[in-house]
């Protein structure tokens, strides 16, 4: 597939996506939430890509929803067009885990794609925030809902009604990322992790992730009847029996998705 905006790369059961607007800090306009979102379900659909990583520059992971495409719609168009529903819905259809590999600023829809990921990566100079409220409006994709289940409200609110930065060591302290690393060592971090996450069965992953995920969308019991569930159906799978019989056998268990 041919992109404008985006790179991408597939490797040794990982897919790797670059956002490439370098002119615009990687500015998220409609036509590179697209060609993501084909990106994604691609990859997606693919058996030889396990997991996703998803990045940007050293500069910006993305500085938001492109200003400049936004700036002239009326409420008719952005309704009408339901602006950026579609792309987004797109994105959280992705069934594989996905590893946002922050560097620089994740600001406003940027900062929304990073935590519709499954877990972000930041190197040691990148910037999270939510300054729309700078614009004259307010977060889109996400930002009051998930940045609030991440961080907080006290903190969730400063940052939406402030449009403060915060910055990596912040974001770790607060749970928006799940480490930081030096800038230069970020995609070495991200590759390393997708491996390992590679490594186990396809289908175990699938559910982790489907688990996890409706940890924010059910009640507890619910949630945990949902994972008690799963657990059980993996018991029809081969894997299953290749994990464990791996552990007693002392070997390495080789999974086949099966
Ligand atoms: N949109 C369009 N262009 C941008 C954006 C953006 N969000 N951010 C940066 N650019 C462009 C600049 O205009 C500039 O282009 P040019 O050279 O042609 O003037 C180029 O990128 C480089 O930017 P700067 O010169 O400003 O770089 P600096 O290093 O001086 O500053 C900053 C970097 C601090 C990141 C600064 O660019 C900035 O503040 N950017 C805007 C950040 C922002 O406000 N983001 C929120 C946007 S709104 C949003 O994300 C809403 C999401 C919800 C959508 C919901 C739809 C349903």
Redesign the pocket.
């Known amino acids: 597939m041919a992109f404008e905006t985006i790179l991408t790369e597939i490797d040794d059961h990982i897919g790797t996506i670059r956002l490439n607007r370098p002119?615009?800090?990687n500015?998220?306009?409609a036509q590179l939430l697209q060609e993501l979102g084909k990106a994604l379900a691609s990859m997606d659909d693919n058996d030889k890509v396990r997991v996703i990583i998803l990045t940007g520059s050293e500069?910006?992971f993305?500085?938001?929803?492109?200003?400049?495409?936004?700036s002239d719609k009326s409420f008719v168009e952005?309704f009408g067009s339901?602006?950026?529903?579609p792309e987004?819905e797109a994105m959280l259809k992705v069934r594989k885990p996905i590893i946002a590999a922050v560097a620089g600023?994740a600001?406003?829809?940027?900062?929304?794609l990073a935590m519709m990921c499954d877990f972000i990566i930041a190197a040691d100079n990148a910037?999270f925030?939510?300054?729309?409220i700078?614009?004259g409006?307010i977060?889109?994709?996400g930002?009051t809902q998930r940045l609030t289940r991440f961080v907080g409200k006290s903190k969730s609110m400063e940052m939406h009604l402030t449009?403060r930065m915060m910055d990596a060591d912040e974001a770790e302290r607060s749970g928006l990322v799940t480490r930081v690393v030096p800038a230069k060592d970020l995609m070495a971090d991200a590759q390393k992790t997708a491996a390992k996450i590679a490594e186990k069965s396809p289908l175990s992953v699938l559910a982790a992730k489907e688990a996890v995920n409706r940890a924010y969308e059910t009640t507890l019991r619910e949630g945990l009847l949902f994972e008690r569930r799963l657990f059980h159906a993996m018991f029809a799978t081969e894997d299953q029996t290749e994990g464990m019989q791996a552990f007693a056998e002392k070997r390495t268990p080789q999974f086949r998705g099966n």
């Open positions: 002119d615009a800090l500015a998220l306009n500069k910006a993305a500085a938001g929803a492109d200003i400049k495409e936004m952005m339901d602006y950026f529903g987004v600023y600001l406003g829809g940027g900062c929304e910037k925030g939510q300054p729309e700078n614009l409006v977060a889109g994709i930002g449009g």
